[in-house]
């Protein structure tokens, strides 16, 4: 069973920041696209964040995060972040990370999910 590991969560004020980070298992980090999604309690599991497997580090935003949130990878720690600026309190969310068969925000291709970490943005 594929673990990944995600870290960063916490309760920041609206205008905060916060980190995301998530770690692969070498082979799963290798073969799957990667990426993170989020979800409130009695909503759908959107996608936040993607970014391809390859060199060319492809990535994807919603709308909604777009120019507040960036997502990157280390390929030497099997790792992907997700840099979180200026929070609102509609952020509020477990968020999950997750490798995907296609870098493109559907929880369709999603693979493997993680635990998921908790993010709270208070006004």
């Known amino acids: 069973q594929v673990q990944l590991m995600e870290s960063g969560g916490g309760s920041v004020q609206e205008g905060g920041s916060l980190r995301l980070s998530c770690t692969a298992p070498?082979?799963?980090?290798?073969?799957?696209?990667m990426g993170w999604f989020r979800q409130v309690p009695g909503s759908v599991r959107e996608g936040v964040a993607v970014i391809s497997r390859d060199g060319d580090n492809i990535t994807d935003y919603a709308d909604t995060v777009k120019g507040r949130f960036t997502i990157s990878k280390d390929n030497a720690k099997y790792s992907i972040y997700l840099q979180m600026e200026d929070l609102k309190p509609e952020d509020t969310a477990m968020y999950f990370c997750?490798?995907?068969?296609?870098?493109?925000?559907?929880?369709?291709?999603?693979?493997?999910w993680g635990q998921g970490t908790q993010v709270t943005v208070s006004s």
């Open positions: 997750a490798t995907l068969f296609v870098p493109e925000l559907r929880s369709g291709y999603v693979k493997h």
């Open positions: 070498d082979y799963t980090y290798t073969y799957y696209h």
